[in-house]
């Protein structure tokens, strides 16, 4: 019998290698990391915490969690470290959980202006348990309002304060943040996800001295298996890891955990940090070439991996733009933009991001050819032959940046 998955698989794979991707939030990770993740440790239950075990056999298990907690505790500086949380929305639910009661009042970064669903938005679980009172970019530059967000923790006297964005393009002033939520005696979290990577290469303020929480994801930046981690304080340590298990989940992904500690490993490197700032200057080097060409940056640029086009001026939606350059092989994804006057369904922009093919080794010449085929393929939408010939261009180019 043909095993139809692994067919699939290997579909998938030829996809990855013949598309150049510029999804902000997506990364190819390591060989070892995939070997952790399609290893024999995904057939052990392991409930608890190392030496806290309710099964049998968890000797080894225990050495792999405990080296992972130690991997993240020195790649990010961190009192404590819970290395369970499936994603990063299961280490904001258990942040939330840990210390927060039904319908208190947080602030978190609106999803119009860059936050994350999970930061409040009402069709999610966050905004649904929580009042949550959004803050959002400055309509004048699309930077964050450190002032508004000031104004309105003395307002509604929240009990936590989120930080952190998925779609937000200059560097975020944690510890400005940091000093508002103290003067308001409320806590501070930060959903470091998008920019764990800058992070752990000291190439954007970390968030973790100045914050009681920090969750992040592990597949972003950081270039590890897809999965979620907490940071805090150690006063919180126990309340976090009580949340977490048996709170929220049973037993943890060990092959996920043990492919977390490699990721946690790598980050710690020259190679990783030369990856970040290569990371960093395809994507101020792509935003430009988009100004050059008439196309217009939220927040004016970006200072870190992403920056989202505000397409309104080119006579194309989001969603229009996301499907043509999929057509012609290249991923990004619809965003809405701040204030965006469209539906998050069919927003005024993309977001693009540089993680994935600085991964593949493209530097600055080839964002400038990507750069140059996205505007000739929103140029010519309608002409199927030239997208075509765009389309074979892109794929001998892929040719020479494989993948694995
Ligand atoms: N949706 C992810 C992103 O693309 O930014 C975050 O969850």
């Known amino acids: 019998m043909k095993n139809h998955i692994l067919e699939l698989i290997n579909q998938e794979k030829e996809r990855e290698e013949k598309t150049i991707n510029l999804i902000a939030s997506e990364n190819y990770t ?26 049998a056999g968890c000797e080894i298990i225990d050495k792999i969690e405990q080296f992972s907690i130690e991997q993240a505790k020195k790649t990010f500086c961190a009192a404590h470290v819970n290395v369970q949380p499936h994603s990063g929305s299961s280490a904001n639910i258990a942040v939330y959980f840990s210390n927060l009661k039904n319908g208190d009042t947080i602030l978190g970064m609106s999803l119009s202006s860059g936050g994350h669903l999970t930061h409040g938005h009402k069709v999610n679980f966050s905004g649904k348990i929580f009042n949550f009172i959004p803050y959002n970019v400055s309509p004048e530059n699309e930077h964050l309002d450190y002032n508004e967000i000031r104004i309105l923790a003395e307002q ?96 943890p992904l060990m092959h996920i955990i043990a492919a977390k500690a490699i990721a946690f490993q790598n980050a710690q490197t020259k190679k990783f940090k030369d990856y970040i700032d ?51 092989n290249i991923n990004v994804n619809r965003n809405t933009i701040p204030f965006d006057p469209a539906s998050p369904n069919n927003p005024s922009g993309i977001r693009i991001g540089t993680p994935a093919i600085t991964t593949r080794k493209m530097t600055e010449n080839d964002c400038i050819t990507i750069v140059h085929w996205i505007n000739e393929i929103i140029n010519n939408k309608t002409n199927e032959n030239f997208l075509k010939k765009v389309k074979a261009k892109i794929e001998e180019f892929c040719k020479k940046f494989s993948i694995y």
């Open 278 to 328: 290569q990371v960093l200057k395809n994507a101020k080097i792509m935003s430009k070439t988009f100004q050059d060409l008439g196309y217009r940056i939220v927040s004016g640029g970006t200072d870190n991996h992403l920056f989202l086009i505000d397409l309104r001026n080119k006579n194309i939606s989001g969603k229009q733009a996301e499907e043509l350059l999929e057509q012609c």
């Open 156 to 251: 509604h006297k929240p009990k936590m304060i989120v930080a952190g964005a998925s779609a937000y393009s200059k560097i975020i002033d944690f510890a400005q943040i940091s000093k508002i939520a103290k003067d308001n005696k409320c806590l501070l979290f930060s959903d470091m996800a998008h920019i764990a990577g800058l992070v752990a290469a000291k190439l954007h303020p970390s968030p973790i001295p100045v914050s009681d929480f920090v969750s992040s994801t592990t597949h972003k930046t950081l270039r590890g298996p897809r999965g979620g981690f907490i940071c805090c304080k150690a006063e919180y340590g126990k309340n976090i890891d009580k949340t977490v298990m048996p709170g929220l989940q049973g037993g």
């Open 30 to 55: 390591s060989k070892d990391i995939l070997k952790a993740t399609g290893s024999i440790l995904t057939n052990k239950y392991a409930e608890g915490y190392p030496a806290k075990r309710y099964y």
